[in-house]
């Protein structure tokens, strides 16, 4: 293969830039972008209306200056080997493929990434693949972790951050109680809205700690070390933040819970976490100087060795090389490069069709905020066998709360049982109601997915019925469910209330009858829609006995009846 030396002015990268991103390659990135262009819009409409996922616009910022910066250091470059691309693209190819089965945005995200690399192993090699390496990496961040792993990770380090708050807190004299995340005074309470909503810095922070690491090519172990420890220095700020808020509001009455000086504390606070990271890096830098293994070095030298070779050219030299494609592989090329447009095509053609089938009429299509405000006193009946309606309760929060922007609540009681009834939201997909009411100091007893059709027959969906317990004598029984624009209820996904690495994920040949299992799709709940929850919560001083519960799930039966049928009217 022949190969030519230019130097690295401004029109040189011009001319290698035309070189490489040759007119049908740039085509088929248009192709890969036209065909998961639905996923990726509604990934990021969901990631949207996540308040730890909001800033993910600056993470294709910062991916798109990491790509520019390691182009502008590329040296040597060729088309990779013709068995790695093979490769490459047999695993981008399925993976589109499962995504429009499964209709999964999350699985799309990550068959855009891998098509991606592909593309870039395809049209550059194995160098090129080197210097845009951060960048991938980078972009990463902005697929949110799966099957409710973040919200459970959220959790868990709200509560730990919470421990710590309430240690400082009776250090300094202050006498409270602890539920779940809340913190309780004899005449008031903090953390109550936020139940469920966890450390919305921590990714954010993660976010911001990997861009540095990546720009400053720091050390494979001390990368790590610096994200243990933004971990840490998140919980730390979290702490001092329920600390500084629970005093001055305690103390002098201040309006810190909530307003401008509420969102001006969290911003300060996140500042000061950001820079306690660098100080750590600072820390690091003191007692061991930056080596010759850099992240981007060790990626390249551990890419380099897994070929077989030991070869790394220096970014910054001041000449670099271009690779002229062979003849030969060039036709080759052409081949590959039509199968490939062609498969994405076909497979992207039903994506994009089945999505102009998905958005449904004008009629059934409401906003989840015009659907909640449709709610009145008598939306429920106020009597129904036996049962007894006593009162009616409207909530308001902020648009972006995690609990909803609105709560209508009715409240029953038949003999010495009482129940209330409420519809919540909205909120983007399914809604997992245990991990607020963990987070509001209930311990969770037992949870269990039902179908309605056993319920309610030849009805889609599912819901959830949860046992849990607050302190020795405080029991409630849970039923409920989250239903789509159109009334469509949601199937609850196990994995998404209790996570287990291994037990939870499917077998084998569960997931092959999951992928070739033939749904109507206009019969279910959308994942990636707008959604409000319809739940029944009973509370009482003894776990619940089986003729209760029978009742109260002949209660929740003819309240789901109600609520679907009218919102179809």
Known sequence: MSQITITSSPDDILERIKHVFSSRWLYLLGVILLVHAPFLVQLGMRMWALEHYQFFPIILVGAAWLAFRGYRNLGSISQGKIIWRLLLWGMALPLFLMAIKMRSPWIGA?????????????????????????????????VPLPLGIDLQLIQKLQAVATVWASSALDLLGYRHLIEGVTVVFPDRSFLVEEACSGIHSLFAALTCTLFYLLQSNRGLLRSLVLIVA??????????????????????????????????????????????????????????????????????????????????????????????????VRNTFCYLEFGLVVSLFLILGAGQLTSSSVRADSKSRQQTSIEQLSGFTPDFFPEQWNGWQREDYEERVRDPDDVNGQQSFIWYYRKGSMK???????????????????????????????????????????????????????????????????????????????????????????????????????????????????????????????????????????????????????
């Not at 990550?110 to 972009?139: C, D, N, T």
């Not at 933004?230 to 002098?252: D, H, S």
């Not at 789509?484 to 287990?500: C, V």
């Not at 033939?518 to 709940?525: C, E, H, I, P, V």
Request: charged share 20%.
């Open 110 to 142: 990550v068959s855009f990434q891998v098509s991606i690399w592909a593309w870039l192993y395809s049209i550059g090699g194995r160098h090129l693949l080197k210097e845009m390496l951060p960048a991938w990496i980078f972009l990463w961040m902005a």
């Open 419 to 569: 129940l209330a009834v409420s519809i919540d939201g909205p909120f983007v997909g399914w809604h997992n109601l245990n991990s607020c009411l963990v987070g509001q100091g209930w311990e969770t007893l037992s949870r269990k997915n039902e179908k309605y059709a056993d319920l309610i027959a030849q009805m889609p969906g599912g819901f959830t019925r949860l046992q849990v317990r607050k302190g020795v004598s405080q029991y409630a029984f849970v039923l409920f469910s989250v239903f789509d624009e159109a009334g469509l209820a949601l199937d609850p996904p196990d994995t998404y209330l209790s996570f287990r690495a291994i037990r939870r994920f499917p077998v084998v040949g569960e997931f092959v009858q999951k992928l070739a299992e033939k749904s109507d799709a206009s019969k279910r709940g959308r994942q990636d829609a707008r959604t409000s929850q319809l739940q029944v919560f009973s509370e009482s001083y003894l776990p619940i006995d089986q003729a209760s519960e029978q009742e109260l799930r002949l209660f929740f039966k003819e309240m789901t009846h109600l609520f679907c049928s009218r919102q179809n009217t």
């Open 230 to 327: 933004a971990v840490f220095w998140v919980i730390v700020a979290n702490a001092f933040r329920v600390i500084l808020i629970t005093v001055l509001n305690v103390q002098w009455d201040l309006p810190v819970v909530d307003g401008w000086l509420h969102e001006a504390i969290g911003l300060v606070v996140f500042v000061v976490t950001l820079l306690m990271v660098i100080s750590t890096d600072r820390l690091l830098l003191f007692f061991a100087p930056i080596g010759i293994w850099t992240l981007n070095g060790y990626l390249h030298a551990l890419i380099d060795r897994i070929r077989g070779r030991d070869f790394y050219e220096d970014p910054y030299s001041e000449r670099k090389t271009v690779k002229v494609k062979n003849p």
